[in-house]
């Protein structure tokens, strides 16, 4: 069974830095591309990076562009994002995503960021 | 880029049908066969229902259907069951690696 947990959410202040991580059992981990998603609360998923099988390329959203830094550890089958310069609109469930030709199949049940002004 | 285009609610009574449409561009919907939905239930993560527009996952039941037309994907459940009261929402493969979600649409089965 495919099982993606999300930890390392919290509350930070404007400004700050946090990393996620994303632990990855039930499947070869490295042979799938991942990605970040967030969701604020009331609001729909937004895309938000992602990183290819072997973490040899990685692309993001304009809105976090230069702020946050996707990374995976495929020996330790875990995926990162390292995220700085947070603002309150980063504010988020913040969910990892296993990609299953070009579909967002498999979810975790997410890590909370909460970012104060 | 803007969310997918969904109605913010629709609701329907046990055992009736419901659809729930997903507008998106040319640049995503309109050009790629990549269009999944997920539903969520409250303080849980989204549950894969359809992908690549009308496939359903291993144990997803048959009353949930998918389709697209132009730049319109729709997603039909029918025999509506209390189970189904829950958020849907459809995303869609928009190139360069990239999704875009909608903004969801609360079911309310009456």
């Known amino acids: 069974e495919v099982q993606l947990v999300e930890s390392g959410g919290g509350l930070v202040q404007s400004g700050g830095s946090l990393r996620l991580s994303c632990a990855a059992s039930g499947f070869t981990f490295s042979d799938y591309w991942m990605h970040w998603v967030r969701q604020a609360p009331g609001k729909g998923p937004v895309w938000v990076s992602r990183?290819?099988?072997?973490?040899?390329?990685?692309s993001y959203a304009d809105s976090v562009k230069g702020r946050f830094t996707i990374s995976r550890d495929n020996a330790k089958n875990t995926l990162y994002v390292q995220m700085s310069s947070l603002r309150v609109e980063d504010t988020a469930m913040y969910y990892c995503?296993?990609?299953?030709?070009?579909?967002?199949?498999?979810w975790g049940r997410g890590t909370q960021v909460i970012v104060s002004s | 880029q803007s969310a997918l285009t969904q109605p913010r609610s629709v609701s329907g009574s046990p055992g009736q049908s419901v659809t729930i449409s997903c507008t998106g561009t040319?640049?995503?919907?309109?050009?790629?066969?990549?269009v999944s939905w997920y539903q969520q239930h409250p303080g849980k993560a989204p549950k894969f229902m359809i992908y690549?527009?009308?496939k359903r996952p291993s144990g997803v039941p048959d009353r949930f259907s998918g389709s697209k037309s132009g730049n319109t994907a729709s997603l039909t459940i029918s025999g509506l069951q209390a189970e189904d009261e829950a958020d849907y929402y459809c995303c869609s493969y928009a190139g360069s690696y990239t999704w875009m979600f909608g903004g969801g649409t609360k079911l309310t089965v009456l």
């Open positions: 990183i290819n099988s072997d973490g040899s390329s990685t």
């Open positions: 690549d527009v009308s």
């Open positions: 040319s640049g995503d919907v309109g050009n790629y066969n990549y």
């Open positions: 995503v296993r990609d299953s030709r070009y579909n967002p199949e498999s």
